[in-house]
């Protein structure tokens, strides 16, 4: 009698440990995959050669060493996720011949310079990132148990606005636009759920406002106060419709990464209420004319300059964090991070 209340006991308290994700099942450390969707932010090589920086020099500097097609000198937030989950980094989708046993980890079809909608680059939007998962579905390389214990990154880091903001958009245009680029979204993340997901971390918006190439008229000085605000209400919409998804589920299913706390806890914006941050809004890579990072004249000298530094310059380059940049972020998100149903 005695035993079996003991064993109640530890069933009740083991049920209690297994179901911090309530009810999704629980897996080891290196035995979940993850799949990652989204821009830059998130890409680790899918952007091709020709058309996105990220594979010139200096991107890659830190880590691998060379470029890797990451926008960034070293590890991106997917990298930092991946290590948080005990994996390695999920192949790039088009690089996934390079390395057929990889496909364990997962997959990354993240494109940089894409939105939801149509963008600037004519790369996949995240409707055809997902249809490209889909297909592998179809093929079988994943099955629906394979994913019940898999992880779905989401990036949005605002390339559908950049896109618009560059042809002639007002402020109010954006407000409208910010609705349907989250109704957007949220399809797209009940289309992953449907397919199997029962956990899917998706970014909130940067604090635009703070990225270099919107701080470069006030030398790196301060932030664009508009541009966060923005940022503010683009984050203050999804959460309303994250939460509204997540208790329609039995099992909350998205799980909000807050990048306009963690950049600006990483800026340490707050210690600085004066706004004159200096190089911490410096980006370490920069155009000497105010071109892009990574640039070369038709003689292959140097269009760019890197700082001398790069361990302490949150910025790489005028939009993307280094890497020390992202390692700080993502100690800032590290909390939201432990509803992920990983055993430790
Ligand atoms: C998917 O799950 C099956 C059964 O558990 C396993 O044999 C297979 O290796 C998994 N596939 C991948 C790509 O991990
Ligand atoms: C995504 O791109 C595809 C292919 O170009 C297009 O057919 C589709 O309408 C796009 N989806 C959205 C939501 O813009
Ligand atoms: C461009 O901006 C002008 C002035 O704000 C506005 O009148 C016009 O409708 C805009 N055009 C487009 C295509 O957004
Ligand atoms: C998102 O929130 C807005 C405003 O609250 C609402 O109108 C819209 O229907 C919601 N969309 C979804 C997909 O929940
Ligand atoms: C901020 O600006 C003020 C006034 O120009 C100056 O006195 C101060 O040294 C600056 N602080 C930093 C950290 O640069």
Known sequence: MENKKLLVFFWLLSSLV?????????????????????????????????????????????????????????????????????????????????????????????????????TQVDLP????????????????????????????????????????????????????????????LMINLKRLNGLGFKKIAITGMQPLGCLPRNTASTYYRSC???????????????????????????????????????FFSALQIEQNPTGNLTNQLKPCCAGVKGEDCGLVDENGQKKYAVCENRKQSFFWDSIHPSDVGWRTVYSALKPSLHSLPLLK
């Open 224 to 262: 664009n106060a508009e541009g966060n605000d923005f940022s503010l209400s683009h984050n203050q919409l999804l959460k309303q419709n994250l939460s509204t998804l997540n208790n329609e589920a039995a099992d909350p299913v998205c799980i909000y990464l807050d990048l306009y706390g963690a």
């Open 18 to 118: 297994l179901s911090t994700g309530n009810g999704f099942k629980e897996v080891e450390r290196g035995k979940v995959k993850l799949f990652v969707f989204g821009d830059s932010y998130a890409d680790t090589g899918n952007s091709p050669a020709p058309v996105s920086i990220s594979w010139n020099k200096p991107y890659g500097i830190t880590f691998p060493g060379i470029p890797s097609g990451r926008f960034s000198d070293g590890r991106v937030l997917t990298d930092y996720i991946a290590s948080y989950l005990g994996i390695r980094s999920p192949m790039p989708y088009e690089l996934k011949n390079l390395n057929p046993k990889s496909i364990k980890y997962g997959m990354n079809f993240a494109y940089g310079g894409t939105g939801v909608f149509k």
């Open 125 to 184: 939007n995240m409707t055809t990132q997902i249809d490209f998962f889909q297909q592998l579905i179809d093929k079988n390389v994943y099955t629906r148990q394979n994913l019940s214990s898999s992880i779905a990154l989401v990036s949005l880091a605002g390339n559908d606005y950049a896109t618009y903001l560059a042809k002639n958009g007002s402020l109010e245009g954006l407000l409208a636009l910010s609705r349907s680029v989250i109704n957007q």
